[in-house]
T-cell receptor
């Protein structure tokens, strides 16, 4: 059974600091996604990672994928308050396009 | 260009009732997936529709059923509602031949069961 685990589940950061969110998954997958969800809102796609060693960056967020370790990371650089949200990683079942297995999410709070 | 739209936004039902939720996919998309998101949890895949047929199904009972119409819009039906069905129901659309393009999510329907 494909399982996705994120840690930490809660993260309180000060503005300007760096931190990393980890996403482990249990079986082989072709695609890994990172989404952001603001309170009461829907999910916004951040990154799609397809291959081993893939790295993508957008602003203060950088995501990477290690398929051999079945690990993805979301690194936050010099956090700002606007990054406060819940971040989900999701893994697509191999051979089942669109069937995403989500982690429980990491609730990030960035404080001044 | 409208994104994924869902209706209603909020719904309150009682145990044993039936409910229908609706979803219009993003323009150009042909595939609709439904997810259930309990409070404090990640979304769970319910099922996916393509060409008006259920293409994939997650681990949900038969009380959960769906439909896709020729215009690609979709409905999620839940019968014999239980307290545990209280959740945010998210619809996501995509293009089946879109490769690795991410699914686009709607704002969801918040269903409360009393």
């Amino acid at each position: 059974e494909l399982k996705v685990e994120q840690n930490p589940l809660f993260l309180s950061m000060q503005e300007g600091k760096n931190y990393t969110i980890y996403c482990n998954y249990s079986t082989t997958s072709d695609r890994l996604y990172w989404y952001r969800q603001d309170p009461g809102k829907s999910l916004e796609s951040l990154f799609v990672l397809l291959s081993n060693g893939a790295v993508k960056q957008e602003g203060r967020l950088m995501a990477s994928l290690d398929t051999k370790a079945r690990l993805s990371t979301l690194h936050i650089t010099a956090a700002v308050h606007d990054l406060s949200a819940t971040y989900f990683c999701a893994v697509e079942r191999r051979g089942s396009q669109g069937n995403l297995i989500f982690g429980k999410g990491t609730k990030l709070s960035v404080k001044p | 260009d409208a994104g994924v739209t869902q209706s209603p936004t909020h719904l309150i039902k009682t145990r044993g009732q039936q409910v229908t939720l609706r979803c219009s996919p993003k323009s150009g998309h042909d595939t609709v997936s439904w997810y259930q998101q309990a409070l404090g949890q990640g979304p769970q895949f319910i099922f996916q529709y393509y060409e008006e047929e259920e293409r994939q199904r997650g681990n949900f009972p038969d009380r959960f059923s769906g439909h896709q119409f020729p215009n690609y819009s979709s409905e999620l039906n839940v019968n014999a509602l239980l307290l545990g069905d209280s959740a945010l129901y998210l619809c996501a659309s995509s293009l089946l031949q879109g490769g690795s393009q991410p699914q686009h999510f709607g704002d969801g329907t918040r269903l409360s069961i009393l």
